[in-house]
């Protein structure tokens, strides 16, 4: 996201929810601290996690699984099966990955993509272990002042309202009362105070004028992170 806020790549994709960990609540704070950029289109992946390990590794072998803390929830049956293993949180599943690879050890895995395990020359120690095989992530694709690919009704908007009674119910009766329709509410601690919290919405059945004329209704601090 630093990249496309700098100006030096055009688009970043940024997970926000998986079907087996639910929202990606990180990512949603990453939306509001860079108001420059915009949603500009949503991808849904299928999502198959894999055990790896070094070329010359077992599975019998296994001590430490490193991964993505988002992957390492959606591989929980893996984990009751083998107690004994212990989680390492790192960044990203392609550099869980690449540590294996460069330690040489082969007591510790990750949980990364096939693709990840060629790329680094691993070797997939078990396939398809997420807890579901229906497992997918979905992806905000964000451009610095981007305008949407194409039409499909949805937008993403950040509330933060006063604390006090009816506030949240008073703004979802906002868009009630539009038509519009609320997909999903993430809620987040504001910076602004301690323990007040902000509001991500995301609706569909709306188009820019309605839209806007729920957020003036609304009131407060609102923002329109994209809509697509």
């Known amino acids: 996201m630093i990249g496309v806020d700098r100006g030096d790549v ?6 926000v929810e998986n079907s087996i960990y639910g929202a ?3 990512s ?5 601290d860079y108001p420059a950029l915009r949603i500009v289109d949503e991808i849904v992946f299928a999502v198959v996690q894999n055990l790896i390990g070094t070329p010359d590794a077992t599975l019998a072998d296994v001590a ?3 991964s993505h803390p988002v992957a390492l929830e959606q591989v929980r049956r893996l984990f009751e099966a083998h107690p004994e293993w212990r989680r390492t949180v790192v960044d990203d599943t392609a550099a869980a990955v690449a540590q294996v690879i460069a330690a040489g050890d082969k007591t510790v895995a990750a949980i990364a993509s096939a693709f990840a395990a060629q790329h680094y ?6 396939a398809a272990v997420q807890d579901d095989a229906d497992n997918f992530t979905r992806f905000y694709l964000l451009q610095r002042h981007g ?6 009704g949805r937008a993403c908007v950040a509330l933060e309202l006063p604390n006090e009674p009816g506030s949240l ?8 009362d539009r038509q519009i329709n609320l997909r999903s509410l993430v809620s987040r601690p504001s910076r602004a105070r301690a ?15 309605r839209l806007r004329a729920a957020l003036a209704a609304i009131g407060g601090d609102t923002r329109i992170l994209g809509i697509y």
């Open 24 to 26: 990606i609540a990180r």
């Open 10 to 15: 055009d688009y970043a994709l940024l997970p």
């Open 28 to 32: 949603y704070d990453l939306l509001w």
């Open 169 to 176: 119910r008073d703004a979802l009766s906002a868009f009630a």
């Open 121 to 126: 020359g691993a070797q997939i120690l078990r």
């Open 147 to 152: 305008v949407a690919r194409r039409a499909l």
């Open 195 to 209: 323990f007040s919290y902000r509001f991500h919405c995301e609706v569909d059945r709306v188009d820019a004028d």
């Open 64 to 66: 430490e699984v490193r």
